[in-house]
């Protein structure tokens, strides 16, 4: 396995859970009504996706190709904005999240405005690494530097902190596959 390999599968794992929150966002905006899983998905996308693969990536494979001369302001700044952006999307979404329970209507569309387009974000962002910065990232790094990477890697989620967030991640896809559960 390849670090880029690596990364890719976590891709593929978030593409389940984006699923599942157009799903849950469709259901408070048809019918008001909040999904018990609905703060699971958000609390997973912000621990999972942001502090855990966005991390890796800010941490670890940006400054890897920076050093191969991949310049911070094209291709990774462009990536390291849509990090961002995915933070505000999972902070408004919390926010009407807490104001649909508190009966808001108006904040049911909000919320589902909120979910889908950090939904597509995602879908958008994730199409980007898959066909440019990870094909790019394979070619420059060498098997050495991809080694040290992929260590790197392993090592963040070996950590504590990354064992809870990747069981907890773990609990909500079989939460996301039961589907008589949500």
């Known amino acids: 396995m390849t670090a ?3 990364l890719d599968a976590e891709h593929r794992r978030i593409e389940e859970v984006l699923i ?3 799903a849950a966002a469709i259901e408070i905006e048809t019918s008001g009504t909040v ?4 703060t699971d ?3 997973c996308l912000q621990q999972y996706t942001d502090a855990g693969h966005h991390a890796k990536e800010e941490l ?3 400054p890897a190709l920076a050093r191969h001369g991949v310049e911070a302001d094209g291709l990774l700044g462009a990536i390291a904005h849509q990090h961002r952006m995915a933070r505000v999307h999972i902070r408004d979404m919390e926010r009407w999240l807490d104001r649909v329970r508190s009966g808001d209507l108006e904040a ?3 919320f589902a405005a909120s979910a ?3 939904v597509e974000l995602l879908r958008v962002h994730i199409q980007i690494e898959d066909d440019d910065l990870y094909p790019l990232a394979a070619h420059l790094l060498t098997p050495t530097e991809d080694k040290t990477l992929l260590r790197e890697l392993r090592r963040i989620d070996r950590s504590p902190e990354a064992i809870i967030r990747y069981a907890r991640w773990e609990a909500l896809v079989a939460r996301i596959h039961e589907p008589a559960r949500h």
């Open 20 to 22: 599942a929150l157009e």
């Open 35 to 38: 999904p018990a899983i609905a």
């Open 4 to 6: 880029i390999d690596y």
């Open 41 to 43: 998905l958000l609390d």
């Open 108 to 110: 049911r569309a909000s």
């Open 60 to 62: 670890f494979l940006f």
């Open 116 to 118: 889908h387009a950090y």
